[in-house]
């Protein structure tokens, strides 16, 4: 038992993961007791950019918002595949709708971006993606995590034990 059982957290997977972005929070969850469903864009099989396999429990387009309490995307290379992706683009933007969390890390600020809910919100992201967030119309930060109702944002896969931290505490009502 642990402070997020009964939630239900799906993080995206597309090939070129940032492995440690993929997996740390997906064990950090796990560990807090919610069940963490996979989601892919269509294949069952993806490898991150280090190497490591990730099989999708169910694709992106077979599941809907109502049923997840909070979405994951990892970064790495696998945001820019992510945000080519209807569905996933969809449940991003009915997840934002729903107010539900959707933490992203690194790279994965593409794909809000190509959803279409950053403007007017903070976040911060890997430091090449700043311009990409600002012209979206995002005030960006640097710091570790930024959360901005329910955005959980973070750089990179140092401030990954931050990030999983307030998403935890998002999840369980106590932050």
Known sequence: ??????????TLVEDLYE????????IRLREAGAAVTLLGTGRS?????HGLPATADVSVDDI???????LVIPGGYAPDHLRRHAGVLA??????????PVAFICHAGWVPISAGIVRGRRV??????????????????????????????SRHPGDLPVFCRTLIAELSGVA
């Open 91 to 100: 449940l991003v933007r009915e997840m934002d709708r729903q107010q539900k």
């Open 19 to 26: 492995d440690l972005d993929l997996w740390y929070p997906t």
């Open 64 to 70: 809907r918002a109502e049923t997840l309490d909070a």
């Open 124 to 153: 911060t992201s890997f430091h090449s993606i700043r311009d990409d967030l600002e012209n979206a119309g995002a005030r960006w930060e640097d710091s570790p995590v930024v959360v901005d109702g329910h955005l959980i944002s």
């Open 45 to 49: 099989d993806y490898r991150g950019k």
């Open 1 to 10: 038992m642990g402070p997020l059982e009964n939630r239900h957290v799906g």
